[in-house]
């Protein structure tokens, strides 16, 4: 992402990231749930970042068995047409 640097007193930072109110739900979503089961926010971010990655990974996974089984179904019909043209 490209930031707008700005300089005061020498320093380099970029400006402050505005939050869209979607965000905004999720920090506070995270922040009820710690101080409901007595976690650290550390903790429920961590879990929500497993959550998607497994989500993330499952859906990948469907999608590769989705393409190997056209694949193979593929492979049937050609040999079938094959099969039929020698006939």
Not at 28 to 41: K, P, Y
Request: hydrophobic share 30%; charged share 35%.
């Amino acid at each position: 992402q490209n930031y707008k640097i700005i300089h005061k007193n020498n320093k380099s930072r970029r400006p402050r990231t505005a939050f869209t109110s979607t965000q905004v739900s999720c920090i506070e979503l995270r922040e009820q749930l710690a101080i409901r089961l007595d976690l650290d926010e550390d903790r429920i971010q961590i879990w929500f970042q497993n959550r998607r990655a497994k989500l993330r990974r499952s859906l990948r996974e469907a999608r590769l068995r989705l393409c190997v089984t056209t694949v193979s179904e593929l492979k049937v019909k050609g040999q079938r047409e094959a099969n039929m043209k020698e006939e």
